[in-house]
Structures are given as structure tokens and as C-alpha cells.
């Protein structure tokens, strides 16, 4: 009996096999991501992986239904697993957004499930990283989130050179668009077309930018200008003044596929371009007051990043360290009369934060030391009786070979812990 | 539109409304758990939320599915969410247990589903901390298990008076079922009237017994009794050496229900009786045989605690630490000119590991410093310009009221960090 195609299996490493993913690296990813968005003041909140159909499809249209993991439930509900965050959250936001103080930053480490058509190593769930600031619409807000997404590539080990973020504006498109074209319906179709120009054919574009009546050779010019505007000019100051200014290029390329963004949006690439999108996201000002069926109006700005590529891009850049068990000592129980004072010993050391392990049953002293040297604990720790009978406790460093003897009830001072 | 009946939405405290739950306290418990099995050598892993039916129904039987989320998926699959973890970890280690020295010791905190007829208060989804242990047929491995029960539930604050262990054993009803009775095809129904010995009325279990042979009274002197077996001793004795002697009873009224259990079974229940059970286990050395197809066998054990009860139980004893945001400082920005160098300085803290917030536009210097003791920050930091124009950055203490000047290259050095 197999997983379901399109999902992973997590294993401690070292990984059994190519096919299955580290937890490991996974909660070494989770972990960095809740740390930066701690230091930014973000708090965690979380939402049910099931939710109404209606609650996605109120957001993206009956289209989405085609990529939902959807069904009819026993009660006759219709019901999806959640395909991203954001809906969740402004419903989570409108229901009692009069009980938080303005702005609200939150963020959440949601898994995500797609019911896409399955191809070669393509996954129908990943786990991604959501911030949102609900409550303001000064850029200051924006400048903000799109700080929190570069440190937490940075803290990863991530540098300049090997990510960059491409800011863009709807607003900009918006603008673009309106003087030349006064038929408003047309504007979303149009901003389809500008999101497909990196992967579609010029010809393409070309006649279908002139079925709208705009210029493909204006709009590239356009692009490649890329003179920012009054708003994408604060956000880069505003970057620059924190030192972040190498990380974000204007680049109008980016627009942002979805039909909800509403103001600058961006997306974070790998600078060799080997990956898809590590992160994307933008405004959505309109958002909670759709949800909230009008009740509530709050602007809202946000990004999500995946962990598939994420993890991909680490792997390639040599930054996921090798993971262990991370004991902080082996207890070696060579004489079986000593078993319980040595379980006493480990029970201890483990109360005051230390991580042991033990051979569960009677082993030859060998094979307990190549046990404590295979899952790299950094200390050995054993009990012997003295010439009077007393019980005293060997510490050995496994890395330095240096050796200490106390008497039990002094030992845990001893050890340096792990973290 | 609301979420789902049966499912929680997890929000920052203060909470906002009653009926939504705290994700500061879920996280907290997270903590503690990860925490707990690592001190004890355990390694992190997961699978899929989703799987296929019949590796629940191989399990479980047929009758599980009434209890499911099932549903058959657009590629005509039958699958469900996960019910529990067991099954999809002995998939797991069946698939890969070569490549890991054994004992294998692994622990998870999964989302489970069950669609049970929706009762006030009965929750669809709740998070599970599941410890195993595969590979190790002595009992040394049982009380292993169960230390790292105890402690987990130690290091959130509960102690002797407020949890008990009730240990009993599959192999003593086995033993007690053969003695009087040559039909073993009735054990499990035996073993089942057990089991709700404690919630039917003793007319109906004495008639139920009566049926298959077996006598009330002899049974409950049994159970009163208590009896260790030679196994039981020896977990006992284990546990007592550890200090842990206390937190453990031999109670045989206990037997777990599910058919899966071999030998030591046990649950951990709150001493007032007030909860359903807080975290149930025990051995079940045939089930990687079982779901493996007879390829592999290894003797299992593992336990699983869910986070509804503990949390309630935690609840009621005032166990819970009130959670606040947890900045370290909150930086106020009083002259304007200043905002590009405190945003410099904000970003400096930031990456030396602060939790620091501001105002992310112009705000009054009252309403800053009360947004500062609102959210609970350690700290406040402002930028002045000094006589001589240079820059200072004035430190306070919100609890002591403390305040330093420093230049503001110095400045991180000074604030203590949260953790």
C-alpha cells in the first residue's frame, strides 16, 4: 500500500530514499520562517484545512473548482481542502477584526492542496508561508511585508546574489490601461495577457494585445523603462533606508495572475532563474469587504511562500545543514547491576533539558559507544562503582576525547546543552 | 460565511470571542511536546493528510468508514483524511525501517479528522501528539514510552496530583480469557465488554458475560485486585527507578478498544476525573505485518495525546501562561525626519534576533507609547539628534523604567533578548 500520488512522506534523516522529503528540513524551514515573522511582530493564528466550497469560490470564481480537492461531506455540504490561505484568513479577519488594535500582522504556516493534473514531480500539497497586514494603506505597510519576505530568505542563508524581488503595480497597469483604453471590462483579460508575456510565444501576445487595441512593442518598451512610480518610489526608499535597497528591482513584468490584487504587487525569484516563483504576493484592498459580503472594509496586503521550492533552491545552494539527532549525551550502561541508577541518571539529565538516549536493553559495551558515535551524541555518559562502593558518573566528550568523573548529583551542570 | 461545524479557528489572545481558540496556546503546547520527545532521542516525521480508504479499513475494518472523512477523489480513488496516525506510520516504517538502526524512535503532531454526528462541542479535527517506538519487544521499551509520557505532561506543569497513568495488559485479559474459555474466536468481544465495564450499567455487562461464560463478580474482583503481572513488574519497578513511581497504577478496567492492542496498554487520565481520557497506548507488534502485507514485522508500541483535552485540563488548573505578542522593543518615532535611520535601526535589531515593532506611519507620540504597553514590549527605543547633530538612541525599560542612551551602532548589544 502506497501514499496518494502527489503526496510526501517525511522521514528523519538521513533520508531511506530519493523519493521521500526531510522533516527535518521542514521544521528547520518552519522554524526560520515563525522566527522572522517574530521579530516583525507578526502573530500566528490558523485556520481549518477544510472549509465551504463557496468560500473559494466567492474569492476566484466557479473556475477554481477545476484545481480544488472538493467534495460533498456526509451532511451534503459542499466542501474543499484549502488551496491557499487568504480567503480563510479574511473571513478569520472580518468576523472579529473590532478586537485587534490596527494594523493587524499575522501570519500562518498553512498546508495547501491542489487537485491539479498529476505530472512528474509535481505535488497536490505543499506547506506555505503566509504574512498579512490587515488595516493599512499607506505603502509603509507594503515596504514592511516586503522586508519581512527578505529577511526571512536571508535568514536562511540566502544573500543578493542569489535572490531578488521584482516589485511591480497594478496600479501602474491600471493606469496604463485606462489612458489607452476606455472599455474597463477589458482590463482584467488584459492583465492576463501582460502576466503570460515571459511564457508565451511574442506572436501571441502581439495578436492578442492588439485585439484590445494596446501595442506589444509599447508595452515592452514600457516594461523595460520600468520608471517607478510615485508609490513604488516610497517602497524602494523606504528598503533602501533599512539596507535592503540590493534585494528589490522594479520590474512591471510581474502583475500577479489572480483577479484580486489590487495595488503593488511582487514575486521573489532565484537570480539564476532555475526556479519557478519563491514568493509572491500584494495588496488586495478589496478582498475582506467581498468575503465579509460589505460588512467589513479594511485594506489588506500580503505573501506566500511554498516550501517545495524554497527547500529546492536551499539544497542547490549548499544551505540545509545536516541534520541529527541532536543528543546531547549516550548513557552507556556496560555493568546490568547499574541499569537502574543509570535510568535514575538519564531521567534527571532529561528534566533539566537535556536530550539522552540509552541502549533499552543489555548490549556489549561496543556496540552501545558505536550506537552513541552513529546518531552523534555529543557526550557519552557513564556510571561506575568506586573502590568503596560509591557510584560516580564518567563524561567523555565525543568530539575533544576529553574526560570528566563527578559524583550523579553534580553531572547535569556539567554538560553544555544543545540549545 | 463561517467555517465548518467541528472545526476551530485558531486566533492571537487576547481572543476575541469564546468560540474561537487560542493559537499562542497551541503552539506553546507544540513546543512542549517537540521539546519533550527530543529530550528523549525521539525523531520527527509526518505523512499525508490524506490517504487511501483502505489503509484505514486494513486497519480497522469496514465499520471505520462510518466514522471518516471518505470520499472518492476526480482520478476515482477512495481516500480519506486521517482518522489517526498508526496506520500511516507503519506504512512508513514498513517501507523504509532497513535504512534506520532500530529502536526506531519517532514522534509526530498530525491534524485528525473523524465524522462523527456533530454534538455540542464535538470537534471534527483535533492535533495529536503520537510517540512510537519500533523494533524492541521488551518491556524496557513500554516503560520507556510511558517516561516520555509522564514527562511531556510534567513539563507543561501537571503533576502526581493531577494525572495518573492507568497501566493494564492485553496479555493479563489474554491469560484471564484462556483459563475459562476455549473459544478464542470471542476474545475481542470479551475484551470489549471490558472496556465499557466503567460507562454500562452492571446489569448489562453481568448479562453480556453471563453469554459468553464468564462471571461478573470474578471479573471485578479481578480488576480490584490488580494484580501485576511479571511484565507489568517489570515496567513498574523501570518507572520507580526513574523517580517516576508516583505517576503510575496498575488498573485493569482498562483495555483500549481498538483490536489492534497486543500487550501493555495504558491511559493517561486527569486524577479528579473530570476529562475523558488525556493520551492512550500501548503495543501492537502485529500491525506492520499487517499493513505491510506480511512483508515486514516488528514489534510497535506508541501513544497518542490529543490537544482538546489537555488543553481544557491545562485550562482548569491555571496552567496556561498568558500570552502577548513577546516584542522586545517597540521603536517610537517622534520626529519624522528620523523615520529612515529608526527604520535603519529597527532592521539592525531585527537581524541580531529582536522582536521590535513600530508605527508604520506618523502617529502621535502618546498614542505610540501606549501602542508600545498595549502589545507588552520590553521595551521602547527612540532616536534623538543631539545638540552637536549626531544621532542617540534613548532606551527604556517598561518595567523598570530604566532608561540608557546609547549611539545607535551600540545599541543592540544592550537589549536582553526574549529567549
Redesign the interface.
Known sequence: ?????G??????E?L??PD?WS??A??YIFDKWRAAA????F??????????L??FT?KSGEEIVGQL?N?????Q?E?A?RPEMTPTLA??VA??E????K?I??FAIP?L?R?ER?QKGRLR?HFQFNADIFG?A?V??DA?LI?LLI?TLRSLGLTAQDFIIRLSSRNAWQEYFSQRSSDETKAYEFYQIIDKLEREQPETSKAKLAALGFSYDEITSFIKAGQPTAELNAIL??LA????GDFVKVDYQVIRGLAYYTGVVFEAFDQKGEFRAIAGGGRYDNLVKL?S?GKVNLPALGFGMGDVVLFELLKSRGLLPKFE???DAFCLIEDETL???S??L??DL??V?????YS??PAKPDKQFK?AQ??KAAHTIKLERTATGELSARMKNLNTREEKVFAPADFAPHLSPKS
Not at 493564528?45 to 477544510?50: H, Q, R, V
Open positions: 500500500m502506497d501514499r496518494l500520488p503526496f510526501r512522506d517525511f522521514y528523519p538521513p531511506p530514499h521521500v522533516a527535518d521542514r521544521q517574530r521579530r516583525y511582530g502573530r500566528e493564528y490558523d485556520g481549518p484545512p477544510l472549509e465551504p463557496e468560500l466567492t480537492y467534495f460533498t461531506d456526509k451532511g455540504r466542501i481542502l473571513r478569520m468576523a472579529h473590532r478586537n485587534y488594535k494594523p500582522k499575522w498546508q492542496f487537485y498529476q500539497e493599512e499607506d509603509a505597510a514592511e522586508a529577511d526608499q523606504n533606508a533599512r539596507g535592503l468575503i459580503g539527532a541532536g543528543l541499569r537502574a541508577d535510568l535514575k538519564i531521567q532529561r528534566a533539558g537535556y536530550a539522552v538516549d533499552l536493553t550506537r552513529e546518531i
